[in-house]
Nanobody
Framework: VQLQASGGGLVQAGGSLRLSCAAS????????MGWFRQAPGKEREFVAG????????WYADSVKGRFTISRDNAKNTVYLQMNNLKTEDTAVYYC????????????????WGQGTLVTVSS
């Protein structure tokens, strides 16, 4: 599966953004999807995940209650709605796919899109 993330940009603290990740191929609905982020000088970290059906979601503690992951299998797209953004959310955001379990570590995701930059100003 090939992934293409979009929707990043510059936003003030407290604002919102919605990221999208479009997938190619008819097998999209068989993959669990995840969003990760990487800030300058830091390791890539898990943000949110969603099961292939959309019935299960899981989040990093740092974004719970502020971010929502969702998917539209008819459109081969997964979304990350980000509300009440904080300066510490500034990072390059990546979407990723895996056909296994409900993972939150990068090595468990074999498929990655290019990143989209989110910058939150104070």
């Amino acid at each position: 599966v090939q992934l293409q993330a979009s929707g990043g940009g510059l936003v003030q603290a407290g604002g919102s953004l919605r990221l999208s990740c479009a997938a190619s191929g008819r097998t999209f609905r068989s993959y669990n999807m995840g969003w990760f982020r990487q800030a300058p000088g830091k390791e890539r970290e898990f943000v949110a995940g969603i099961s292939w059906s959309g019935d299960s979601t899981w989040y990093a503690d740092s974004v719970k209650g502020r971010f929502t992951i969702s998917r539209d299998n008819a459109k081969n797209t997964v979304y990350l709605q980000m509300n009440n953004l904080k300066t510490e959310d500034t990072a390059v955001y990546y979407c990723a796919a895996n056909s296994g379990g409900y993972y939150n570590t990068p090595p468990k995701y074999p498929y990655w899109g290019q990143g989209t930059l989110v910058t939150v100003s104070s």
